[in-house]
């Protein structure tokens, strides 16, 4: 994370010495120095989007922790092992379930929303809400027996 943030500072100090630059350049404006604000401008646009592309990276590094906490704290919750971390509680009462069928489960719903996509699902009138390919039976029947 800390490269994410030092290149993200870098590009933005860059962004803000091309943007002095131009101004400068541009207060002196004789012909001489109307081509130095021409390439001060030249720069200021790189930099611009130099510093665009590194908020995007740190954005998308933002994201992806995001998801990754998120996928951690279902799976704590899933599995039942918030009980083992201090100051929290399951308030749900259900039975926790495997690791396995928590992913299996996730499967199914990312090809049903696949489906849902490309509006193959829409009129499908099979109850298992499952994909052929896919190796799971969206009915939760095992659930219970676990």
């Known amino acids: 994370m800390d490269s994410v943030v030092d290149s993200l500072n870098s590009a933005y100090q860059d962004f803000v010495a091309a943007a002095a630059t131009v101004l400068e350049a541009r207060e002196s404006s004789s012909a001489l120095k109307n081509t130095a604000a021409d390439t001060a401008l030249e720069s200021f646009k790189q930099k611009w989007e130099l510093f665009r592309v590194a908020c995007d990276q740190a954005e998308e590094y933002v994201e992806s922790v995001k998801l990754r906490i998120g996928s951690e704290c279902l799976v704590d919750e899933a599995t039942g092992h918030v009980d083992g ?4 509680t399951t308030l749900t009462g259900l039975p926790p379930i495997s690791a396995v069928r928590l992913e299996q489960m ?6 049903l929303v696949i489906e849902l996509q490309h509006g193959s699902g829409a009129g499908s009138s099979s109850s298992t809400l499952s994909h052929p390919s896919a190796p799971f039976d969206a009915r939760f029947s095992e659930d219970a027996t676990q």
């Open 106 to 111: 996730s499967k199914a719903v990312r090809w």
């Open 85 to 88: 971390k201090p100051g929290r």
